[in-house]
């Protein structure tokens, strides 16, 4: 049985109020697992959809150009929520807080929804 993108979605909603973790540190985490649990649930119906992606590095934006063809709404909450993964997971200097978190949390669970097969 494949794996459950949800189960993505549902960690990171967890650790974004887990106490027993450093408050930035959960808070990246956080919204990069509801990004990735966004974007598998987004590429799993593209491909039910009968769209095929490569398996090369280039897939994230293959399923963004994909999904901005069909839905402009899901493609720019996917987009904001890859920027700011991005942003989690690469700019040290940044400071995330808890709010960010809760909006990535927010838009994750609207294309997860609307994506559910």
């Given amino acids: 049985m494949a794996f459950n993108p949800h189960l993505l979605f ?6 974004c109020e ?17 990004y990735y649990a966004a974007y598998l ?4 119906k593209l491909e039910s959809s009968g ?10 934006k293959e399923v963004s150009d994909a999904l901005r063809d069909t839905d402009r709404n899901a493609f720019n909450m996917l987009y904001y929520l890859r920027q700011k993964r991005n942003n989690a997971d690469y700019d040290l200097d940044m400071k995330i807080q808890k709010g960010l978190a809760i909006t990535c949390l927010k838009r994750s669970k609207i294309i997860i929804d609307k994506f559910s097969t």
């Fill in 10 to 15: 549902d960690l990171a909603d967890k650790l």
């Fill in 41 to 44: 649930t987004t590429r799993q």
């Fill in 51 to 60: 769209i095929i992606f490569t398996k090369a590095s280039t897939v994230h």
């Fill in 18 to 34: 887990d106490l027993n973790y450093e408050d930035e540190a959960r808070y990246r985490t956080s919204i990069s697992r509801a």
